[in-house]
Structure formats: structure tokens, C-alpha cells
């Protein structure tokens, strides 16, 4: 997107044609309703970047088929020209030639045309340079079959478009609609503006259109065209541009030139030097080089000297509006205003344009338009508002995302860091732990995913379109996905999703596609709607990540492993509600498969998976595990009061749930639970080591242990079998180690309060304990803890690891120590897991103290 400048915001409304209730398609599901083809064609119009083009910014869907579009706009157009009542000059009429030329040659190597030139629709930024507006109508519309009133103005049509007559898709007698028009058909409509501006004002503006048609059959002859035109209007500058006119107004399409070939004619000759090849912006995710002007003052201060300075003019024009809407902007209520939504007709067909509206962006300093990273200094004013931003931090999150100010200085950062990526790919990671701005969620997701090179050229070279087994799998389950929502409902939608999806299974042949593989697309579908290969690309980061292997054509011992180990992360958070769900036989079995395959895509709406996500991402492959904690205690209560039957129902139907509350515990309940605890044999293999994204302050358990180079001391892999036989997880001797400080000497980790997190119990007898033991633990010998029935007996040193209560408990010894867990998970002891190996493990280490002997 390009800075919006010296351009306003416009708007344009029309209805898209209605479709009957009662007929459904091939499918047996009810029609898409032509507002949402509409609106799903016009997305890529928002990718289609040309000085010569407005920009394209919004669409919003109304009741009643009503469209409401926003585009970039100005108040001058040719039609200014026309009221003068004189003829341009002949350079005038060659630079509009030459521009509107260059903007039609762009939308044609886009696969669009105009249809809809007229002189209201190009207008004049404040160069006076030309700026084609309405350009995509045409196409959203696909070509005017969803609409019931024309494309195009009857003055400007091509004989061609008049001679197919008008076409209603409601009107039962048209069966075929016309053909669709080519790029000669702007051509034409380019020659009688070009006309117009020689004389001065609007030709065959009072004529039928079929007189109008038949008038130009008679002439036959361009020539002739001309001459009568010409001394009709004493417009003598016609016969200057005859040769290029005769190229435009051509009754015979096939002898008409395309823009193409009009910008190399001689008559451009000595302006065309003038104009310098326009060249795409560098995308953020490609093989080529890129580089923003990069050139500041000496003195940076300089940057905000002026304070009549329009900062907000040089953001990007999607920036501009999304901050406007932000700020209360509502576009059906300026519409009303303008007059231009009224009761009464109910319909409305040409579209029309609004002025543009200020966006409120309040007393924000200039300085907030340049944010220094890292170390970086700055003599800079700080901002009046610096500390209403730096309370906003602490606000809830859907309330900082609905706050002008705030999204106005995080847009700006991200967008910087994002330039600078991967360069600045650590300082992402840091500013996405405060939160990620919904404008650029789609790249920030895709920097966090580490994404990196030439993504379009590896999506290209990707078969999507030869039929595989897959395709009718694909097919039924699409329509079923997140249709609730216009984007991804829509036909483009479908197409997009068919392809990312195939992509993904051509691209994995040692994967197969599961059910639940749509709805992990859906996300980043969305969020890349107007690019596939990111889309991809993200999908294809995400799924090994997280979802190592659930996509074999055999994945019952993945999702098994996974399952048990999420049943002891329960148990170790919450013991009374395992216990209880344990004893009525609700296992995760029953509801968790779906979340876990689909990353909760499957029981979230999209609005709630972005909040999600944006944490998960941030967090290891073992973070997904709280989650799904974090979810059955917000449940807890009514679980807990429950049977096996209402429990099936409860989650047949999900209550709703607080995101933010589950983003907020699940953090809470990750720093809490020791690395190696979530360790899975079926896992992602190691690779590189490094901070999880939750930051250095919660480094008690902040690296994924899967990334952790193995050791002597690292987990053994168990036997699922074995896995499932245990209550509580395990946790390596290294993560034991770590977590007591046993290398600095210390005896136990504690928190800032001084309290210690965690406590070794060591349950082998007295002897045995004597021999040598973790430096700081304590000794509760097996049969000394518990009586016959299981209950706790009371002891000293139970009494002991009553004050313990809360924090993590590491049961050591030679056996029986998953019986003993097992125990204190039965009585409700949270937080309680087993030393993988036993004491065995740690006697290489030379860490086990023996106590001196008393004198």
C-alpha cells in the first residue's frame, strides 16, 4: 500500500443483484449470495499498486446485498475540463493519453479492464497526474453478471458493448450473459474522452443509444468521424491526434489498437522520455534484494521540527482507514449523511463517491512516526501521551486494539521491524510478547514462523492442479469450514483454500490429509488471502512445530503419546479434576483429538484463534498442553459436578470461553511446568536451541526441552504402554539439576519471595538415604507415607511435604515411585512428577551429598 498523501478516502456503494431463498446449488447447500462473490474478487484488487491507479483499500457488506467500497480518491477529474467549456491543450491531451494509457496496460497484464471510463472516473492527484478510479468494478462484478444495472456509461461504451444490449442475471429470457469485454474496449472509451477534451465539452450526450450506434454505422469511416466532430465543435485540435484517434475509435474491434500498442506511438514520442518504468515494490518474503530509503538528517531531532508536518499523510493508506474506522469512522453513516444511503429508495445502482473524512488521531508527537530501537538514543521530545500509551499496556488486549493512539505508535514499530526482517527478527519476537497489531497479524505470524526466501517461486513450482486422490476430500470438507465468515465463504475463498491445501499435500508425500487440515489452513488463509504462497508457507512452518507427524497415514501412536501426555499435564496442574475425570472415565480421548489436530482451530471462531495463536506462536511445541489445561478450568466447576453423560454434552456444544483469561493461565500454567515433563519420543526432532519467545524473566522453564541437546542425564524414551501405566510426567536429572541449582551449590530453586518452588522427595528407606542423596531433599520412605487405603498418614515428614503443597514435587528412587505420585495425586498434591532414571541417574554426577557423621 502506497502513503495516502495528498489523496482522500472515498466511498462507493451499489447492490449487488439478489438470489432466490428457495434454490440450491449442485451441491444441495443454498447459493453464495452474489455480495459475497463480489466481495471475496475484490481482495486482490487491494494488491493492484500503480501511480496511475486509485488504490483500493476496503469492502464491507450491508444488509440487502449492499456493497460499500473504499477506495483512494480525489476531487479533480476530467470532468473539470468539461465544464470549462474549452479545449485542453494539445500537451495536456497527450499527458492524459500517455497516463491513462500506462494505467490501462498495468490492469490488462492483471488480467482486468476498466469498462467503466468516463471522465468523473480519472481523476487529477495535485500534480495533475492522472489517477484511474472505479477500475475494479468490472471484475468484482465478474463483469457485471452479479449486479442488475450496467458497467460503464452509454457515452463512453464501444460499439461492440452497445450492440450486446443490457443484461439482468434475474431477467429468466437472457440465458447467456455477453461476452466478456477486452482491453480494446478502454480504448474506444479512451478516444471519445481524448474528443472531448479537443472540444471542450461532452459529444452524443443527448443522443438514444441507439441512435447514437447507428449514427456511427452510417459514418462508417473514422476519418469522417473526425471531420464532422471536428467542424462541428471547431475542435481543430482533433485533426492533430487524427492518426492516434483513428487507432482508438475503430468500429471494428479487431482493428482497434490495445494500450499496449498505443504507448509506442510516435505521437508519445516527446513525452514518453519523461516517464520512468514503474517498478513493483520488493515483497517482504522473496529472493531479491530490498531496501527502504534508508537517508535521515544529522540531526535526527530534525525529523519533528515542524509541527504543521502531516505524519499521519505519509502512513500507508490501509493505515490511514483501519486507524479511521478505530476512531469511530462508520462508513454506512457518512454515506448517509452525503445523502447518498437513503431510506427511501431502497436501491441504489451507480455508485458514488463521499469526501474523505478525517481520522482522529490525537495529540500523537512526531517522533512516534520514527521509534528508535534497542539501544538507540534519541534527543527527541517524549510524547505528552507517553504515559496514557505505557498505561494502555496493562489494559486488556481487546480494548488496546481498539484504541487509536496505541495502534497508531505499534503499527508504526511493527512495521519497521518487519522492513529490517530477519534482521530484527529477535526484536519481533520481543514487541509480539506485549501483543501484535490485527493490521499486520498475517507478517508478524509469518516472522515468528520463520519464514524466510523466495516463497512465490517454491508455491509456483508446486502442482495444484493435476486431480489426486485427495481432491474429493478437499471439496466436502472446504464448504464446511469457518463459513461463517464472508472471506473464507466465498468463491474465491474455496479456490484459494482448494489450492493452498493441495499445495501442502503434493509438497508432503510422506504425509497424508486428515480432516481438521482445513481448519488449520483457515488462519493463515485469512490472514494471506492475497497470498497463497505465505499462506502455505506458514502452514508448512506451523504443522512440524506443533503437529510433528499427526499427519501420517498411521498417526494412532503420535496422537496416542500426545493424548497421555497431556492427561498427565492435568494431573499435574489440577489432581482434583483428573481425579475426577479419571473416575467417571472422561478421558481425552473423547474431546481433546480435535483440539490438539486442528490447534483448537476446530472449536474457536477466527476472532478468538488470533488471540490465541498469536501466544501460541510465541511458545514451544509443549505449550499447546496448557492450553488445553487452561480450557478444562475454566470448565472446572461444571466438570467437576458432572457426570460421564453431561460432561459428553457439555463438550458437544463448547460454553463459551475467555481467551484472554486462557491465554493469560496458560503462560501462568507453562512457566510452571518443567521442560522435560512434556517430553514426547514422537516429537520434532532437535534442532536449534533458544528462548521459547516468553522472554529471559521466565527462564525456570523457558526452552522447549525438544531443542535440548541429549545427554546421559537427558528423559529415556518410554514405552506408550508404560507411558500410559503413570499418573504424573516425568522429568530428566538435568531438568532435576537445573531446577535445584544443585551446580551453584544451592539447595533449592526459589521464587522472589524466597519461598522455594520445588522440592525433591526422596522415598527410598533410611539407609539407603543415607548413602547419599539430592542436597536439600527430603525423606519420606515409601511405606512410611501412606497407610493401606492410600490415605497420607501423619508423620513429620509428610507434615513437611504439607508445606510443600503448591509447589513442584520430584518423587526419587529406585522404584515404587510412580505408586507414590500416584498417591499424591489422590489426595489432591498439585504439581507432582517423578525423576526419570531414578537416583541411579545422578550417582555419575558426583552431586549426591552424604551427611557427616554426628560426634
Known amino acids: 500500500m502506497r502513503p495516502l498523501k495528498d489523496a482522500q478516502l472515498g466511498a462507493f456503494t451499489f447492490f449487488a443483484s439478489a438470489l432466490p431463498h428457495d434454490v440450491c446449488g449442485s451441491?444441495?447447500?443454498?447459493?453464495?449470495?452474489?455480495?459475497?462473490?463480489?466481495?471475496?474478487?475484490?481482495?486482490?484488487l487491494k494488491t493492484i499498486t500503480h501511480p496511475r491507479l486509485c488504490q483500493y483499500v476496503d469492502i464491507s457488506r450491508g444488509k440487502h446485498e449492499r456493497l460499500i467500497v473504499v477506495a483512494e480518491h480525489y476531487e479533480k477529474s476530467l470532468s473539470d475540463f468539461q465544464r470549462q467549456g474549452k479545449p485542453a491543450s494539445l500537451e495536456k491531451v497527450l499527458q492524459i493519453a500517455y497516463e491513462v494509457l500506462e494505467g490501462l496496460e498495468f490492469m490488462n497484464k492483471h488480467g482486468l479492464v476498466h469498462r467503466a471510463l468516463s471522465a468523473h472516473n480519472v481523476l487529477m492527484d495535485c500534480k495533475g497526474n492522472v489517477k484511474l478510479a472505479k477500475f475494479g468494478l468490472y471484475h468484482m462484478t465478474d463483469h457485471g453478471a452479479d449486479v442488475d444495472f450496467p458497467i460503464g456509461y452509454p457515452s463512453y461504451l464501444a460499439p461492440e458493448v452497445i450492440a450486446q444490449g443490457s443484461f439482468h442475471p434475474s431477467d429468466p429470457s437472457r440465458d447467456e450473459a455477453p461476452l466478456p469485454s477486452g482491453p480494446k474496449t478502454d480504448v474506444w472509451s479512451l478516444g471519445v474522452l481524448l474528443f472531448e477534451l479537443c472540444a471542450g465539452r461532452r459529444l452524443l450526450q443527448n443522443i438514444e443509444i441507439s441512435e447514437r450506434l447507428k449514427f456511427i454505422l452510417t459514418l462508417g469511416c473514422m476519418d469522417d468521424i473526425v471531420t464532422v466532430l471536428a467542424e462541428e465543435h471547431g475542435a481543430r485540435l482533433l485533426v492533430d491526434i487524427l492518426p492516434f484517434e483513428s487507432l482508438c475509435i475503430c468500429i471494428f474491434c479487431v482493428l482497434r489498437a490495445t494500450p499496449a500498442e498505443l504507448l509506442g506511438d510516435p505521437v508519445f514520442s516527446g513525452i514518453s522520455c519523461h516517464y520512468t518504468p514503474f517498478l513493483k515494490p520488493v515483497s517482504l518474503f522473496s529472493s531479491s534484494l530490498r531496501c527502504a530509503h534508508l537517508e535521515l538528517p544529522d540531526d535526527i531531532s530534525d525529523l519533528c521540527k515542524d509541527d504543521d508536518d502531516d505524519y499521519l499523510s505519509e502512513r500507508a493508506i490501509d493505515e490511514v482507514y483501519h486507524l479511521w474506522c478505530l476512531a469511530g469512522g462508520d462508513l454506512e453513516k457518512e454515506l448517509t449523511n452525503k445523502e447518498i444511503i437513503q431510506s427511501k429508495p431502497p436501491i441504489c445502482t451507480l455508485p458514488k463517491y463521499i469526501t474523505h473524512t478525517h481520522t482522529q488521531t490525537h495529540d500523537v508527537a512526531g517522533e512516534a512516526y520514527y521509534?528508535?530501537?534497542?539501544?538507540?538514543?534519541?534527543?527527541?521530545?517524549?510524547?505528552?501521551?507517553?504515559?496514557?500509551?505505557?498505561?494502555?499496556?496493562?489494559?486488556?488486549?481487546?480494548?488496546?486494539?481498539?484504541?487509536?493512539?496505541?495502534?497508531?505508535?505499534?503499527?508504526?514499530?511493527?512495521?519497521?521491524?518487519?522492513?529490517?526482517?530477519?534482521?530484527?527478527?529477535?526484536?519481533?519476537?520481543?514487541?509480539?510478547?506485549?501483543?501484535?497489531?490485527?493490521?499486520?497479524?498475517?507478517?508478524?505470524?509469518?516472522?515468528?514462523?520463520?519464514?524466510?526466501?523466495?516463497?512465490?517461486?517454491?508455491?509456483?513450482?508446486?502442482?495444484?492442479?493435476?486431480?489426486?486422490?485427495?481432491?474429493?476430500?478437499?471439496?466436502?470438507?472446504?464448504?464446511?469450514?469457518?463459513?461463517?465468515?464472508?472471506?473464507?465463504?466465498?468463491?474465491?475463498?474455496?479456490?484459494?483454500?482448494?489450492?493452498?491445501?493441495?499445495?501442502?499435500?503434493?509438497?508432503?508425500?510422506?504425509?497424508?490429509?486428515?480432516?481438521?487440515?482445513?481448519?488449520?489452513?483457515?488462519?493463515?488463509?485469512?490472514?494471506?488471502?492475497?497470498?497463497?504462497?505465505?499462506?502455505y508457507a506458514c502452514m508448512s512452518a506451523f504443522i512440524p512445530k506443533y503437529l510433528y507427524n499427526f499427519f501420517l497415514k498411521d498417526n494412532s501412536h503420535v496422537i496416542q503419546e500426545y493424548l497421555t501426555v497431556f492427561s498427565q499435564m492435568i494431573a499435574f496442574h489440577d489432581p482434583e479434576l483428573s481425579n475426577h475425570l479419571n473416575e467417571i472415565g472422561f478421558i481425552p480421548d473423547l474431546y481433546a483429538i480435535p483440539w490438539f489436530l486442528t490447534m483448537f482451530t476446530h472449536v474457536f471462531p477466527l476472532h478468538k484463534i488470533f488471540h490465541l495463536w498469536d501466544t501460541l506462536l510465541l511458545g514451544n511445541s509443549s505449550f499447546?498442553?496448557?492450553?488445553?489445561?487452561?480450557?478444562?478450568?475454566?470448565?472446572?466447576?461444571?466438570?467437576?459436578?458432572?457426570?460421564?453423560?453431561?460432561?459428553?454434552?457439555?463438550?458437544?456444544?463448547?460454553?463459551?470461553?475467555?481467551?484472554?483469561?486462557?491465554?493469560?493461565?496458560?503462560?501462568?500454567?507453562?512457566?510452571?511446568?518443567?521442560?522435560?515433563?512434556?517430553?514426547?519420543?514422537?516429537?520434532?526432532?532437535?534442532?536449534?536451541?533458544?528462548?521459547?519467545?516468553?522472554?529471559?524473566?521466565?527462564?525456570?522453564y523457558s526452552s522447549d526441552y525438544q531443542d535440548m541437546p541429549k545427554t546421559d542425564l537427558s528423559r529415556e524414551p518410554l514405552a506408550l504402554c508404560d507411558l500410559k501405566a503413570e499418573v504424573s510426567p516425568r522429568i530428566s536429572a538435568e531438568d532435576l539439576i537445573d531446577l535445584c541449582e544443585l551446580s551453584l551449590g544451592g539447595p533449592t530453586k526459589r521464587s522472589r519471595a524466597g519461598k522455594p518452588k520445588i522440592v525433591a522427595v526422596d522415598i527410598r528407606s533410611v539407609e539407603d538415604f543415607g548413602r547419599g542423596h539430592i542436597s536439600g531433599s527430603i525423606n519420606i520412605p515409601f511405606n512410611t507415607?501412606?497407610?493401606?487405603?492410600?490415605?497420607?498418614?501423619?508423620?513429620?515428614?509428610?507434615?513437611?511435604?504439607?508445606?510443600?503443597?503448591?509447589?513442584?514435587?520430584?518423587?526419587?528412587?529406585?522404584?515404587?515411585?510412580?505408586?507414590?505420585?500416584?498417591?499424591?495425586?489422590?489426595?489432591?498434591?498439585?504439581?507432582?512428577?517423578?525423576?526419570?532414571?531414578?537416583?541411579?541417574?545422578?550417582?555419575?554426577?558426583?552431586?549426591?551429598?552424604?551427611?557427616?557423621?554426628?560426634?
Open 27 to 44: 451441491n444441495g447447500l443454498p447459493l453464495t449470495p452474489n455480495s459475497i462473490k463480489i466481495l471475496g474478487r475484490f481482495q486482490i
Open 371 to 535: 521509534p528508535l530501537l534497542e539501544d538507540e538514543q534519541s534527543s527527541l521530545p517524549q510524547s505528552n501521551s507517553s504515559n496514557e500509551l505505557s498505561a494502555t499496556v496493562t489494559l486488556p488486549l481487546i480494548i488496546r486494539e481498539r484504541d487509536t493512539e496505541y495502534q497508531l505508535i505499534r503499527i508504526i514499530l511493527f512495521d519497521r521491524l518487519l522492513k529490517a526482517y530477519p534482521y530484527k527478527k529477535n526484536l519481533v519476537w520481543k514487541e509480539a510478547r506485549v501483543d501484535i497489531p490485527p493490521l499486520v497479524r498475517g507478517l508478524a505470524w509469518a516472522a515468528l514462523l520463520g519464514i524466510e526466501g523466495d516463497i512465490q517461486a517454491k508455491y509456483e513450482s508446486i502442482d495444484k492442479d493435476t486431480p489426486i486422490p485427495t481432491d474429493r476430500q478437499i471439496e466436502v470438507d472446504i464448504p464446511r469450514c469457518h463459513q461463517y465468515d464472508e472471506l473464507l465463504s466465498s468463491p474465491q475463498g474455496h479456490i484459494k483454500f482448494r489450492r493452498v491445501l493441495k499445495a501442502w499435500v503434493v509438497s508432503h508425500p510422506d504425509l497424508v490429509y486428515w480432516q481438521g487440515l482445513d481448519s488449520l489452513c483457515a488462519p493463515f488463509l485469512y490472514l494471506n488471502f492475497n497470498n497463497e504462497a505465505l499462506a
Open 624 to 700: 499447546p498442553f496448557c492450553i488445553g489445561v487452561a480450557i478444562l478450568q475454566q470448565l472446572r466447576d461444571r466438570l467437576l459436578a458432572n457426570g460421564f453423560n453431561e460432561c459428553i454434552l457439555l463438550f458437544s456444544d463448547l460454553p463459551e470461553i475467555d481467551i484472554e483469561r486462557c491465554v493469560r493461565e496458560s503462560i501462568t500454567l507453562f512457566c510452571w511446568t518443567p521442560k522435560s515433563a512434556t517430553y514426547r519420543q514422537h516429537a520434532q526432532p532437535s534442532k536449534v536451541a533458544g528462548d521459547n519467545g516468553f522472554g529471559k524473566t521466565t527462564t525456570y
Open 785 to 855: 507415607a501412606f497407610s493401606s487405603d492410600g490415605e497420607l498418614l501423619q508423620c513429620p515428614a509428610t507434615g513437611v511435604l504439607q508445606n510443600y503443597r503448591g509447589r513442584v514435587i520430584v518423587v526419587i528412587g529406585h522404584a515404587m515411585k510412580s505408586a507414590f505420585a500416584a498417591h499424591l495425586v489422590k489426595v489432591n498434591f498439585p504439581r507432582v512428577c517423578i525423576l526419570d532414571g531414578g537416583i541411579n541417574k545422578l550417582k555419575p554426577t558426583g552431586l549426591l551429598t552424604v551427611p557427616s557423621p554426628q560426634i
